[in-house]
């Protein structure tokens, strides 16, 4: 039995065929040309998901997932607000519908699915309570409660990125001030290695990039940091501590077993999640933050699309 699992993001579109094991039989990645419109972003999803079918044959495909970044009301099928596509109510679902119209489509937020990936086919497998963080552009989560995913009343459960972790913080895009996201995102982080340099700190990052400060990102951070520079692991343990405060607030209201780590600053390693690990035991009541496991993500850049597949296999009772 196959199913397909189509992950959209800003930037690109990840699309997988996949059997009930969760392993991918075929792939696809192509860019998602979001300033084209919504129209041409769903016709590119459209395009790929024909394209991992075309040696198995549709007729042999038993279902559809589909991750969508931002809101989504997964009762409608429509993407209510996603930011970076620049999409507001769009009917996501009935273009599906339209175009494959026999076909079990099932859809729901990208880290969520996520999350499901990972929790039937990643670090999660046989974990019924737990939660997934992603760390990239955003920072984002999900969340599995007794082995079911938790959506919230307005489906937008697992939004870490945007809670408050310092009073009279900076502004965040979302209009709040001091969100999680503005410091341990991918830019919050190159963004604080900026402030120091301008400051006048001295760093081995100046010349890794030129002299070009604006050029400094997170992958910099990490790299500086595995060279030994001082002030990279000042910016690392910082982030450790920001999230660690922000995981351990989570793990004292969810009480998990795992927390499970992702995205592309993840992929820091022992230096983010050694200090993060000690921030959390400090910070977390006795029991809980003793028994919770924190572990990086198994999936890497393939749990959207394999998530998004487990989703349809959820939904038909496969898994
Ligand atoms: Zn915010």
């Not at 700190?201 to 990102?217: C, L, P, Q, R, W």
């Amino acid at each position: 039995m196959h199913f397909i699992g189509s992950d959209l993001g800003g930037t690109n579109i990840a699309t997988a065929l996949v059997n009930e094991k969760g392993e991918i039989i075929e792939k696809d990645k192509r860019p998602t040309e979001a300033a084209y419109g919504p129209e041409h972003v769903i016709f590119n999803m459209i395009e790929a998901i024909k394209r991992v079918a075309r040696d198995v044959g549709m007729e042999n495909v038993a279902g559809i997932g589909l991750g969508i970044p931002g809101l989504v009301d997964i009762e409608k099928g429509l993407s209510i607000f996603a930011g970076n596509l620049g999409w507001e109510n769009i009917p996501v679902m009935e273009k599906f519908e339209k175009e494959f119209p026999k076909m079990p489509l099932f859809m729901d937020n990208d880290v969520r699915v996520a999350t499901l990936g990972e929790k039937y086919f990643g670090a999660g497998r046989g974990v019924d309570n737990l939660i997934l963080i992603t760390l990239g552009t955003g920072v984002g989560s999900g969340i599995i409660i007794n082995g079911k995913l938790y959506r919230g009343k307005t489906y937008s459960a697992g939004e870490i990125g945007h809670t408050t972790i310092f009073s009279d913080g900076l502004y965040c895009n979302c209009g709040n001030r001091g969100c999680l996201e503005v410091y341990a995102s991918a830019p919050g982080i190159a963004r604080r290695a900026r402030d120091y340099i301008q400051k006048g700190h001295f760093t081995i990052m100046t010349s890794m990039v030129g002299n070009d400060i604006s050029k400094i990102t997170a992958e910099v951070v990490s790299k500086a940091c595995d060279m030994g520079d001082r002030l990279a692991m000042t910016v690392m343990e910082e982030t450790a501590e920001i999230l660690g405060i922000g995981i351990a607030n989570y793990i004292d209201i969810i009480n998990p077993e795992m927390v499970i780590i992702g995205g592309g600053v993840s992929l820091a390693g022992d230096k983010l999640f050694e200090p993060l690990r000690k921030t959390v035991r400090r910070r977390t009541m006795r029991n809980a933050g003793e028994k919770v496991r924190i572990v990086p993500a198994e999936l890497k850049d393939e749990s959207g699309m394999v998530g998004a597949a487990a989703l349809a296999m959820e939904g038909l009772g496969v898994i």
